[in-house]
């Protein structure tokens, strides 16, 4: 999970210091790291999960914007924390998150996806998920 948090975001991403980064289920396992990564590369960073308990995690982890998809609109909540859009996002959601963070990204900004764990055959909602989006998750893959 470290490394591929690493990767994504340096290598793959290449972010900078002043960008602002979206990293959608933070608290998970790449999550986490991704968080701590984006911090230390200066950037500033929002995070979403699902839970109070969670949103408290990430804040001490140097999350500066937690949005919990549970009980705030994830997309108005964006436009709110990053009117200018986003620089980088770090997905593994999929669905109708996974569009949310295609509208919000900047001209350059870059999807890292990592995964579409809404859209996974386990889920009884995979179908209704992968119809709230433009693009075909597993076709990134």
């Known amino acids: 999970s470290g490394l591929t948090a690493c990767a994504?975001?340096?290598?793959?991403?290449?972010?900078?210091?002043?960008?602002?980064?979206?990293?959608?289920?933070?608290?998970?396992?790449?999550?986490?790291?991704?968080?701590?990564f984006a911090k230390l590369a200066g950037c500033t960073v929002i995070g979403t999960?699902?839970?109070?308990?969670?949103?408290?995690?990430?804040?001490?982890?140097?999350?500066?914007?937690?949005?919990?998809?549970?009980?705030?609109?994830?997309?108005?909540?964006?436009?709110?924390?990053?009117?200018?859009?986003?620089?980088?996002?770090?997905?593994?959601?999929?669905?109708?998150?996974?569009?949310?963070?295609l509208d919000n990204l900047t001209p350059e900004g870059r999807l890292l996806q990592i995964g579409y764990i809404s859209e996974y055959p386990h889920n009884p909602d995979a179908a209704t998920e992968s119809s709230k989006n433009d693009v075909v998750a597993s076709e990134l893959f």
């Open 49 to 101: 999960c699902g839970s109070e308990e969670k949103a408290k995690a990430l804040k001490a982890l140097g999350c500066d914007h937690v949005i919990n998809y549970k009980s705030q609109d994830v997309a108005a909540e964006i436009k709110r924390l990053a009117p200018n859009g986003l620089d980088a996002v770090l997905e593994g959601v999929g669905g109708k998150m996974l569009q949310t963070a």
């Open 8 to 36: 994504m975001l340096e290598q793959t991403g290449d972010i900078k210091e002043g960008e602002t980064v979206l990293i959608t289920a933070a608290a998970g396992g790449a999550g986490h790291f991704a968080v701590q």
